[in-house]
Structure formats: C-alpha cells, structure tokens
C-alpha cells in the first residue's frame, strides 16, 4: 500500500511547533537576509526561508511579479520591491538607505540564490561596503540539485565547476567550452531550450563521442528528466521526445576518463602545430585526438592557444 503524507496527525503538530522555533532564533537587525527560493517545486522553500520573508521589512525581488505567487501559497505579506539586473544600482542605494533606519531587508531572486548566475551580488557588495551584515539563508540550488542526480562528484574527488550560461555564438561557445571542459572536474552549466541542440553538437565538436554528459531538464518540477549519457547519443535522446526540447536546463560534462586525462606532451605539440597548417582548429583536434589518444577538448584548448600565440 503506498503510504500517504498526513497532514493532520503528529507530524503536523511537529511542522507547527519547529516552526515556532526558528522564528524565535535570532534575526538580526539591520542586516540583509539572501534567501534562496524554490527553482519549481514551492515545497522545497525551508522554514527558516518562511520565517526570514514574514520577518523582512521588505523583500527585494528580481521580479515581483514572479515572487508574488510565492508568497500568497505561504500566508507571506510582506511588501515588495524590485531589484532586478537593470535597478541594482539605484535598489542598492535605497536597501543601504532602508538599513540605515534599522531595517531588514530579504534578497531573492526568480528562483534559486540570488548572485548566484542571477542579480544580487551588487547589492550585497554595496550592502558589505556600507558596514551592514549580510546573511546567507541557503535551499534550492539547480546546479547542485543536477550535480546530486549526475554522480559526477565523489568524496574522494568532490570537486567541480559552475560555468554558467554558454555564449550564444558558436564559435565562441566551442571556445568556452573547450577551455571549461579541459578542467580535470565535471563542468556544470546552464543552457535555454532554444540553445540546447546547438551546445550539445559543440560539445560533441570539442570533446567527442565518449564523454559522458548529464543533462538535467525541469528540475523539482512534474516532468522533471535526468539522464546520463554519451554525448554521442545526445542528439538521439534529445529528439526522442518533442517535450525534452522544452524547459530550463543543466548541463553536467563529466571528468574525461581517467585514462584519457593524461599530459599533452611536446609531441602532441608538433602535431597540432602541422595539423594547424592546413585544418581548422576543430579539426585538427579531432584528428589529433586519433593520432595521440589524447582527449579531444583538450586538444582543441591547446590547439587555440597555439594558433593564437603563432598568428
């Protein structure tokens, strides 16, 4: 029998009585509170996210209009103000101004943690530089919520590397790639629908058939869809389904094979450098890649620093 979320038992009584206990921990004054909120899912808002907004004299948000909904699900009535990409100058002056009169002001974004490839770190730095406290008030996060399902990290190497949104140029964007996915860790990165295929075929360019990719699309939301996979295959399982092109997506490359993370050595050199003479950068690569088992992102950084210190 699946078992169901009561609602009106002791856990209940449980919720209501932690509740009470985080509003009554200490919340300093004036101080600005950045309060991550939920990337889709409006449970994943914590308790000490609810009492920070019902506590705040204000709540800056990126958009209002996107915040609103958020707070009438949670009984929150605290006024709104916009700080968004294109005010943050003009809403850090009148935060510093409300912090003066000994305010507190919460800080969030459409979803997930402010200043984090999103508005905010402005104002935080300005808030900083103006002698008040800034405090963290942490949740949900799309990049580690991908990097949770993608087993990319371990406790032996948890290491890895948030790259944000890729440019929207292609040649650009195998150059980012290149110089991101070189890295001896998972790559974790942000992408649009309408951008997705076009990525994922650059990074099939830059580091081949092999790597493994995770791409993560909705997350914490109904259809959320996570795969790992070969970046071989990526376009196969992208066009699988009409609805995976749909969505707010990241990506996770993973570690390039052990195997494949050796040192390029001086001979790897002198073969791109020949290959450079008559192929393209992305070419020569590739071709490199077969000659020297080298992995080909790799190769294609080399192979840009090389054009751009021999031109």
Not at 91 to 96: E, F, G, H, L
Not at 181 to 202: F, K, W
């Amino acid at each position: 029998m699946e078992k169901e979320f009561d609602q009106t038992g002791p856990s209940a009584g449980a919720w209501g009585r932690l509740a009470d206990k985080v509003a009554a921990q200490h919340w300093p004054a004036p101080a600005l509170y950045v309060v991550a909120t939920p990337i889709g899912n409006l449970g994943d808002l914590s308790l000490r996210a609810q009492a920070c907004l019902q506590l705040a004299d204000v709540i800056a948000a990126e958009d209002t209009r996107m915040t609103r909904p958020l707070l009438e699900a949670w009984g929150i009535a605290t006024p709104l103000m916009a700080a968004h990409r294109h005010n943050e100058a003009q809403a850090a002056q009148a935060i510093v101004g409300r912090l003066a009169a000994g305010e507190r002001v919460a800080l969030v974004s459409d979803a997930g943690a402010p200043g984090v490839s999103d508005p905010g770190a402005r104002i935080v730095r300005e808030v900083r530089a103006a002698g008040y406290q800034v405090v963290p008030v942490p949740g949900a996060s799309a990049v580690i919520a991908a990097l949770m399902a993608s087993g990319a990290t371990s406790d032996e190497n948890p290491a890895f590397v948030f790259a944000g949104f890729a440019p929207a140029k292609s040649a650009a964007r195998q150059r980012w790639l290149a110089q991101w996915c070189a890295l001896p860790a998972p790559v974790a990165m942000y992408e649009s629908p309408h951008r997705l295929a076009a990525t994922l075929a650059d990074l099939l360019e830059v580091c081949g058939p092999e790597r493994p990719i995770t791409i993560a699309r909705e997350l914490t939301k109904r259809f959320e869809e996570i795969a790992t996979l070969p970046l071989g295959d990526a376009r196969a399982w992208l066009e699988a389904h009409p609805q995976r092109a749909q969505g707010e997506f990241v990506l996770v490359v993973q570690e390039a094979p052990p195997a494949a993370a050796a040192q390029l050595d001086a001979h790897a050199d002198e073969v791109l450098r020949a290959l450079l003479e008559v192929l393209s950068v992305r070419d020569s690569a590739k071709v490199a890649a077969r000659i020297t088992g080298a992995p080909r992102d790799t190769l294609y950084a080399r192979a840009l620093a090389l054009k751009e210190k021999d031109d």
